[in-house]
Structures are given as C-alpha cells and as structure tokens.
C-alpha cells in the first residue's frame, strides 16, 4: 500500500504539470456567474450535494475541469458547461476560486471521534491509511499531487464521493487518484465513511 501511495504521488505530480500556468482571478470572477448557480458566487455552495469549491487549489480544480470536459469523469449538470470552456477559460476560473476563502462547516460529535481517528491514524486491521497522508493534517489537501483541499466541504458531497469510489467509480484508465480512491473506500464501512465526512465538514480550510 506504502509503495502504492508513493508512485500515485509522483505519477499525479506529473499529470499536475501543464495545470500549473495559471490563470487570472480577476478574468476568473467575471466568467464566474456560470458557476454560481450551484457552486455559489464565491464557491461555497448553500446546497450540499454541490461541492465547495473556495479556497480549492488550481491544479485540482483545473483538472477536474478537464476531466469533466474530456467525458472521463461524467457529470451530467456540467456537461453543457464545461463543452464550451477553453484552456484559458478553466484556469481563469480555477485562480478565481482558488482566491476565495471556504466557509467552515460543524461535525457531529456523537461520531467525531471514529472520524477523526480513520482521518489521522486510518484502521490498521482493514489496511486503511490515514487520509491525512494524502490530503493534510488539517485537510489542506496537497496541491503538487493534485489532492484536493477537504476541510470545510459538506458532509453530504464528501459521503456521496466516497460511497462513488467505494462503487468503483474512477474518472480514467489514466487518473490514479481516483483508482486510489476506489481501493481505499472498499474497505470502508457505511458507519466510517459517515463519520469522516462529518469529521472533514467541521475542518477549517485556512487560505494559503
């Protein structure tokens, strides 16, 4: 699993590459009014089965624009979005986010403690790694291997993502992560996958 993890990293640090150029947030704000019908207009969706996309770092946000795009991660509501989005047009929308701060979120304390355990120190007798390996001891993600930030987003997304994987969900014969993901989540109880998306809710996302 150790070896796994180490060569997903350095293969997705590659395929991170051509999203580091970067974009304009002020060009980003003014293509953003697309977004904000689900995502909000500052990236933090009221509704949560849309994700949070503040404070998101670019290389993710970039990528999964283009997977989208691409038809390898299906996402019917922005499949008539992202069709007409140029290069330029994702990266000026991703700086843009990427800027804005993610609002904070609240755990549910009767199952905080399972889900704080399975994040920072994983279930050594199913062979489950801690998810803050990957994605941060606070939930700032790692923008280099293109994990995503988590702190702050809404139970409900972060549930209904896990459970994706855990169904054997993956955006591409090329996208590690997500296969990462799929092998992870298999071993993961109903129980555990609720308690760490109310646990990741009530991390705060602090902006770089």
Same mark, same amino acid.
């Given at each position: 699993?150790?070896?796994?993890?180490?060569?997903?990293?350095?293969?997705?640090?590659?395929?991170?590459? =051509?999203?580091?150029?970067?974009?304009?947030?002020?060009?980003?704000?003014?293509?953003?009014?697309?977004?904000?019908?689900?995502?909000?207009?500052?990236?933090?969706?009221?509704?949560?089965?849309?994700?949070?996309?503040?404070?998101?770092?670019?290389?993710?946000?970039?990528?999964?624009?283009?997977?989208?795009?691409?038809?390898?991660?299906?996402? =019917?509501?922005?499949?008539?979005?992202?069709?007409?989005?140029?290069?330029?047009?994702?990266?000026?929308?991703?700086?843009?986010?990427?800027?804005?701060?993610?609002?904070?979120?609240?755990?549910?304390?009767?199952?905080?403690?399972?889900?704080?355990?399975?994040?920072?120190?994983?279930?050594?007798?199913?062979?489950?790694?801690?998810?803050?390996?990957?994605?941060?001891?606070?939930?700032?993600?790692? =923008?280099?291997?293109?994990?995503?930030?988590?702190?702050?987003?809404?139970?409900?997304?972060?549930?209904?993502?896990?459970?994706?994987?855990?169904?054997?969900?993956?955006?591409?014969?090329?996208?590690?992560?997500?296969?990462i993901m799929t092998d992870i989540t298999l071993r993961l109880t109903d129980k555990e996958i609720s308690a760490?998306?109310?646990?990741?809710?009530?991390?705060?996302?602090?902006?770089?």
């Amino acid at each position: 699993m150790k070896h796994l993890m180490q060569v997903a990293a350095t293969l997705s640090l590659l395929l991170a590459l =051509p999203a580091l150029a970067g974009g304009d947030a002020a060009a980003g704000q003014g293509k953003s009014a697309i977004c904000a019908a689900c995502h909000g207009a500052d990236g933090n969706s009221v509704i949560p089965n849309w994700p949070k996309i503040a404070g998101q770092h670019t290389s993710y946000l970039e990528r999964q624009l283009g997977l989208i795009k691409s038809g390898a991660r299906t996402v =019917p509501e922005m499949a008539g979005i992202v069709v007409s989005l140029s290069d330029q047009d994702m990266a000026d929308l991703a700086a843009y986010f990427s800027s804005q701060d993610r609002s904070a979120g609240v755990a549910d304390e009767q199952t905080r403690a399972l889900g704080e355990r399975l994040f920072r120190s994983g279930n050594t007798k199913t062979d489950v790694p801690a998810c803050m390996g990957c994605h941060g001891p606070a939930g700032e993600g790692n =923008p280099l291997a293109v994990y995503p930030a988590l702190a702050g987003q809404h139970s409900v997304y972060t549930e209904k993502m896990l459970k994706g994987f855990r169904s054997g969900t993956t955006w591409g014969e090329e996208d590690v992560s997500s296969k990462i993901m799929t092998d992870i989540t298999l071993r993961l109880t109903d129980k555990e996958i609720s308690a760490l998306a109310t646990y990741i809710q009530g991390l705060r996302l602090v902006s770089e």
